[in-house]
């Protein structure tokens, strides 16, 4: 039995490719024995037998092994007391190796410490990768149909909040498995990722933003069009938006649905939240390698970019637009705030439109009270509590011993009916 030496110990990987070399140069006729549990099943360990360990084993029932490196007989657990019982011993079809199952007498198996302060119960403890497995780990799920979400109203819409969030992440993660595909360095993967995300592709953010507005909606048969299907035409001076909404839609809402009116103008912001933590369970649960930072730096400042900006005393320039084409809501932040004060207000309290046609819909900074707007900076503040997430910076798992792995994140949360902030920490 080898001391505990460094290598031991540790998980790193150094494997000894010279040991069967060895023991040939050393002239001993041994055979190699596989040790497994009777019982779990579990690979124990891996030994060598003489003929006189081999009858040893099978007279006492007390695994026995020949030490090539001190060159004696060894009782397994004779001085650290991790005894093997024998219970079955096979040898395969060349008759050049044993298979043993044993039952572990002591506190463990290997000559080795784990984590826990103990000897740990396999000499197996470092797992080595696949190539393709490391760099390429890929996992994707989707919800087929999300009931009673998609056809609460008794016709079918598609797609759910749910339904949503798994389209976007997929999409990214997927694109993301194939360009890391490219180069072999890390850094160069992320770089290329980035670039995908911020420049080419920003296309299922904003999708899936307008898409959980619409979820809402939909649960009620308020019908709306999401206008990011056109955003390459809206670049240019214009406003992605959810349009086609009715102003008589919109008063029954908050008429008869208090809080789902409240709840339809966080949607948006919520969205990139639920996509976050969608991703970072996958690589908790999964352990997927798509280098997904950019998507996750890029939900949580734009959350807050969008906050900030919502607390300012500053309006858009926007178009004249018919009743069909205007936005349903305008800043998503002050709408929210408006109507968790005011759930009693009527929606057509807001006023006309400036074109005459329609209510005005888009609540500026003007329209809030003071408490309305300290109320919307603490929240835009409390926010910052997103970044408080280690897989921002790569950390997935945090190992604490074998077998228990965690992780956290701070979430900002927006209730939807009530004027309390929370903030959360989630172990995932």
């Not at 997904?292 to 900006?309: E, H, K, Q, R």
């Amino acid at each position: 039995m080898k001391p505990n030496t460094p290598t031991d110990q540790t998980t790193a990987f150094s494997p000894d490719l010279d040991k069967l070399f060895k023991i040939a140069q050393e002239g001993e006729a041994v055979i190699p024995a596989i040790i497994q549990h009777n019982d779990t099943k579990d690979v124990l360990m891996l030994g060598y037998m003489n003929r006189v360990a081999l009858k040893q084993t099978m007279e006492t029932g007390r695994v026995t092994f020949w030490s090539t490196s001190r060159r004696e007989l060894w009782v397994k657990g004779a001085t650290s007391g991790n005894t093997l019982r024998a219970m079955r011993i096979l040898i395969n079809c060349e008759q050049n190796s044993l298979l043993i199952y044993a039952l572990p007498e002591g506190p463990g198996v290997c000559h080795t410490i784990g984590n826990n302060g103990t000897h740990r119960p396999t000499c197996y403890y470092r797992e080595l990768s696949l190539y393709s497995a490391e760099k390429y780990r890929f996992f994707a799920d989707g919800t087929l149909y999300d009931s009673p979400f998609v056809s609460e109203n008794g016709s079918y819409t598609a797609p759910s909040m749910q339904q949503a969030t798994e389209v976007s992440s997929n999409f990214y993660q997927l694109t993301h498995f194939y360009l890391q595909k490219l180069t072999d360095n890390k850094a160069g993967q992320i770089a290329i990722n980035v670039i995908f995300d911020a420049l080419l592709m920003p296309h299922p953010i904003i999708w899936l933003h307008e898409e959980h507005h619409r979820a809402v909606m939909a649960r009620r048969g308020i019908n709306s069009r999401n206008e990011s299907y056109f955003l390459y035409s809206k670049l240019e001076g214009g406003v992605v938006k959810v349009s086609g909404v009715k102003d008589s839609d919109l008063i029954r809402l908050k008429r008869y649905y208090p809080p789902e009116i409240i709840y339809l103008h966080t949607a948006g912001i919520v969205s990139m939240t639920a996509m976050t933590r969608h991703i970072e369970s996958r690589w908790f649960f999964h352990e997927t390698e798509s280098l997904d930072y950019g998507i996750l730096w890029t939900n949580a400042v734009n959350n807050f970019y969008y906050m900030s900006a919502c607390t300012q005393n500053e309006e858009p320039e926007l178009p004249e637009e018919t009743e069909d084409e205007r936005d349903f809501t305008g800043f998503d932040c002050r709408a929210w705030v408006y109507d968790l004060f005011r759930p009693d207000e009527p929606y057509e309290t807001r006023g006309i439109h400036r074109s005459g046609q329609g209510i005005d819909r888009y609540i500026t900074y003007a329209k809030l009270s003071s408490e309305e707007r300290n109320y919307l900076s603490n929240a835009t503040q409390l926010y910052l509590l997103n970044f408080i997430d280690p897989n921002l910076i790569g950390f997935h798992r945090i190992q604490v011993s074998e077998n228990f792995v965690f992780n956290f994140a701070g979430r900002h949360s927006w209730l939807r009916s009530d004027k309390r902030v929370r903030w959360i920490c989630i172990l995932i």
